[in-house]
């Protein structure tokens, strides 16, 4: 995933695509380049690493600015992130300027038939290909559009292309396939970005491009035509968040201030839920109640953290509705030939809406006619688009690489369609949803609690932050917590760490305890199949070897106390909405656990906000 900038108006152009970058190093930050039109040529600068990189090489080498320009932001797939692969790429005369997110797929037999023509690469990246297959196209017409539709339709891949030309200084032409890309709509100026965070600055009007799209900005109009140059329709939008939603807010980083965040985040996503005759109604539920009776198998696909939320679903919407649910991995679903038919609804859940694992399955979904509902956070993207109802989480911008309160809207959104899907199916009564939802719009309060009390957990990073393993049990709804947990610790700590259901220590895993070893341990509430009991034994089981035990149980739970090293208290919720608050304090606890030993919270090394490739 790369961050991409383009802007056409009045203001300073460098100005403008800058702040869009610094906006969108979350999308990928191995290097960063501009490139600017001024008076009739390209004036470009790109450096690896972050963009303070880029900064200092601007303020040490100044280039001439322009009131047209692009912009780039770099999370490498094809060549090593140094200076001669960032972005953006020049054709041999340096008329053309392009920045690319994504792969292009057959861009190694692009590249030789064109350095059999006499044209000589300067780096290792397939994107540099498009700059030298325009300036061929432009040998025979005038038309950037155009030139853009003609590359496009030879490219294999999924990509986004935002592109400038130094004879055309009025312009800038945006290209998208299975790869973000939005329209910034102004007044006397028009911005492209992968994300509205890159204009949100400037304007929060924006418009949907839809697949394989070619867009004309100029400072006065938006043309979008289909890859052969037909008018394409298009959607427009108000973005309802501002440029202070994706500032820090006074946090040190931004996971902190979006774990800060996780009580609004789940009673917005609960927001609007009741009809007013008191039913449950969705987002944008483009399936009827007789197709949603039809289903009689659920498959939730996800990839990452969002996985976990999806196995939590699986527990919601067995318990709740009677109806088989599965839960796979976005990256190996369609591969293995799963059994899908029209009474099949396959739910994927994506905070970017643009994962492109979760992309393909969706496709791969429709192909075999089975029905596609998405749970999303980004209005707009593409997964939305391609399913046939959405629910949005309404978490507002994450910003920070590691999800956060992007994975506990997920989860509530998750329990919502399962109580939706009580309710068309009739297996419970509308008293007995309520009850549920009543107990859901209490969790933002024990959230909140859990922040309050967050003090415990921090000091008990910094006592912990010399450990080089540490391990995560769970059971019920508890082990995606703790797969979670182990997650987050990994992303950020860059330490191994690993979640286990708590069943299976014995099947293997207690080989791993020893003395002074790290385990957090998940308890589910009292009274749920003894499976509370069942824990309390586990946790005797791995303190007998030695294992420093770290307990989060609810209020009132003294089973535990005799066990635990260190106990951290939940508030008491029904069993299966305990991962909205059991999830917080190891949140907590892994990003201070980073900062403990000096790293980047919010951009951990290898990884990027949203995995645009496969």
Same mark, same amino acid.
């Given at each position: 995933?790369?961050?991409?900038?383009?802007?056409?108006?009045?203001?300073?152009?460098?100005?403008?695509?800058?702040?869009?970058?610094?906006?969108?190093?979350?999308?990928g930050?191995?290097?960063?380049?501009?490139?600017?039109?001024?008076?009739?040529?390209?004036?470009?600068?790109?450096?690896?690493?972050?963009?303070?990189?880029?900064?200092?090489?601007?303020?040490a080498?100044?280039?001439?600015?322009?009131?047209?320009?692009?912009?780039?932001?770099?999370?490498?797939?094809?060549?090593?992130?140094?200076?001669?692969?960032?972005?953006?790429?020049?054709?041999?005369?340096?008329?053309?300027?392009?920045?690319?997110?994504?792969?292009?797929?057959?861009?190694?037999?692009?590249?030789?038939?064109?350095e059999?023509?006499?044209?000589?690469?300067?780096?290792?990246?397939?994107?540099?290909?498009?700059?030298?297959?325009?300036?061929?196209?432009?040998?025979?017409?005038?038309?950037?559009?155009?030139?853009?539709?003609?590359?496009?339709?030879?490219?294999?891949?999924?990509?986004?292309?935002?592109?400038?030309?130094?004879?055309?200084?009025?312009?800038v032409?945006?290209?998208?396939?299975?790869?973000?890309?939005?329209?910034?709509?102004?007044?006397?100026?028009?911005?492209?970005?992968?994300?509205?965070?890159?204009?949100?600055?400037?304007?929060?009007?924006?418009?949907?491009?839809?697949?394989?799209?070619?867009?004309?900005?100029?400072?006065?109009?938006?043309?979008?035509?289909?890859?052969?140059?037909?008018?394409?329709?298009?959607?427009?939008?108000?973005?309802?968040?501002?440029?202070?939603?994706?500032?820090?807010?006074?946090?040190?980083?931004?996971?902190l201030?979006?774990?800060?965040?996780?009580?609004?985040?789940?009673a917005?996503?609960?927001?609007?839920r009741?009809?007013?005759?008191?039913?449950?109604?969705?987002?944008?539920?483009?399936?009827?109640?007789?197709?949603? /009776? %039809?289903? #009689?198998? &659920? @498959?939730?696909?996800? $990839? +990452?953290?969002?996985?976990?939320? =999806?196995m939590v679903?699986?527990?919601?919407?067995?318990?709740?509705?009677?109806?088989?649910?599965?839960?796979?991995?976005?990256?190996?679903?369609?591969?293995?030939?799963?059994?899908?038919?029209?009474?099949?609804?396959?739910?994927?859940?994506?905070?970017?809406?643009?994962t492109?694992?979760?992309?393909?399955?969706?496709?791969?979904?429709?192909?075999?006619?089975?029905?596609?509902?998405?749970?999303?956070?980004?209005?707009?993207?593409?997964?939305? /688009? %391609?399913s #046939?109802? &959405? @629910?949005?989480?309404? $978490? +507002?911008?994450?910003?920070?690489? =590691?999800?956060?309160?992007?994975?506990?809207?997920?989860?509530?959104?998750?329990?919502?369609?399962?109580?939706?899907?009580?309710?068309?199916?009739?297996?419970?009564?509308?008293?007995?949803?309520a009850?549920?939802?009543?107990?859901?719009?209490?969790?933002?309060?024990?959230?909140?609690?859990?922040?309050?009390?967050?003090?415990q957990?921090?000091?008990?990073?910094?006592?912990?932050?010399?450990?080089?393993?540490?391990?995560?049990?769970?059971?019920?709804?508890?082990?995606?917590?703790?797969?979670?947990?182990?997650l987050?610790?990994?992303?950020?700590?860059?330490?191994?760490?690993?979640?286990?259901?708590a069943?299976?220590?014995?099947h293997?895993?207690i080989?791993?305890?020893?003395?002074?070893?790290?385990?957090f341990?998940?308890?589910?509430?009292?009274?749920?199949?003894?499976?509370?009991?069942?824990?309390?034994?586990?946790?005797?089981?791995?303190?007998?070897?030695?294992?420093?035990?770290?307990?989060?149980?609810?209020?009132?739970?003294?089973?535990?106390?005799?066990?635990?090293?260190?106990?951290?208290?939940?508030?008491?919720?029904?069993?299966?909405?305990?991962?909205?608050?059991?999830?917080?304090?190891?949140?907590?606890?892994?990003?201070?656990?980073?900062s403990?030993?000096?790293?980047?919270?919010?951009?951990?090394?290898?990884?990027?906000?949203?995995?645009?490739?496969?």
């Amino acid at each position: 995933m790369c961050g991409i900038v383009g802007y056409v108006g009045e203001r300073s152009a460098l100005e403008v695509v800058m702040g869009g970058l610094r906006r969108l190093e979350y999308r990928g930050y191995d290097s960063g380049g501009v490139a600017l039109i001024h008076e009739g040529t390209i004036s470009s600068a790109k450096k690896a690493g972050k963009l303070l990189n880029l900064d200092a090489e601007l303020k040490a080498n100044p280039i001439a600015d322009g009131t047209t320009g692009i912009g780039h932001t770099r999370w490498a797939t094809h060549g090593a992130p140094n200076d001669r692969n960032a972005h953006p790429h020049l054709d041999s005369t340096g008329r053309i300027a392009v920045v690319h997110n994504g792969i292009i797929e057959n861009f190694a037999a692009l590249r030789a038939e064109l350095e059999a023509a006499g044209h000589e690469m300067v780096s290792e990246t397939d994107t540099e290909t498009v700059a030298h297959l325009l300036h061929d196209e432009l040998e025979s017409t005038d038309d950037l559009a155009e030139a853009v539709r003609s590359v496009c339709r030879r490219l294999r891949g999924a990509f986004t292309l935002v592109i400038c030309d130094a004879q055309r200084p009025d312009i800038v032409i945006g290209a998208r396939r299975n790869s973000p890309l939005v329209v910034g709509r102004g007044k006397g100026e028009n911005f492209l970005g992968s994300d509205v965070a890159a204009f949100i600055e400037y304007t929060r009007d924006a418009i949907e491009l839809g697949q394989d799209q070619v867009v004309t900005i100029t400072r006065d109009d938006v043309v979008v035509t289909d890859f052969f140059g037909e008018p394409a329709e298009t959607k427009e939008y108000h973005v309802d968040w501002d440029v202070s939603a994706a500032e820090k807010g006074g946090f040190d980083w931004f996971m902190l201030k979006e774990i800060d965040e996780q009580p609004q985040a789940v009673a917005d996503t609960l927001l609007g839920r009741h009809s007013i005759d008191g039913l449950l109604q969705l987002d944008e539920m483009r399936l009827s109640d007789d197709e949603l /009776r %039809e289903v #009689d198998k &659920v @498959i939730v696909v996800a $990839a +990452g953290t969002s996985f976990y939320a =999806a196995m939590v679903a699986k527990y919601a919407i067995e318990h709740w509705t009677r109806i088989p649910c599965e839960v796979e991995l976005a990256s190996e679903f369609r591969y293995r030939d799963p059994i899908l038919d029209r009474s099949t609804l396959v739910v994927t859940i994506s905070q970017s809406g643009e994962t492109m694992d979760t992309l393909m399955a969706i496709r791969y979904a429709r192909q075999q006619r089975a029905r596609v509902l998405s749970i999303c956070n980004t209005n707009g993207s593409t997964i939305p /688009r %391609e399913s #046939d109802a &959405v @629910i949005y989480t309404h $978490a +507002g911008p994450e910003v920070a690489v =590691a999800s956060t309160k992007g994975f506990l809207a997920q989860v509530t959104a998750c329990y919502l369609l399962a109580l939706y899907f009580a309710q068309i199916k009739g297996v419970k009564y509308g008293d007995e949803i309520a009850s549920i939802i009543g107990e859901l719009e209490k969790t933002p309060t024990g959230i909140q609690r859990m922040l309050d009390e967050a003090d415990q957990v921090r000091k008990l990073a910094a006592e912990l932050s010399g450990s080089r393993s540490i391990l995560f049990l769970g059971r019920h709804v508890g082990y995606p917590v703790a797969l979670e947990g182990a997650l987050k610790l990994k992303e950020l700590a860059y330490i191994h760490a690993e979640g286990f259901a708590a069943g299976e220590l014995k099947h293997g895993p207690i080989a791993v305890i020893e003395e002074g070893l790290p385990v957090f341990v998940i308890v589910p509430p009292r009274g749920r199949d003894q499976l509370q009991e069942k824990t309390v034994s586990n946790i005797q089981e791995i303190r007998a070897r030695g294992a420093r035990t770290i307990v989060l149980a609810e209020d009132g739970d003294d089973d535990v106390v005799p066990y635990s090293d260190h106990l951290i208290r939940l508030p008491r919720v029904p069993t299966l909405l305990q991962p909205l608050v059991a999830t917080v304090p190891l949140q907590i606890f892994a990003s201070e656990f980073a900062s403990q030993l000096g790293h980047d919270v919010d951009q951990p090394r290898n990884l990027a906000k949203s995995v645009t490739v496969e």
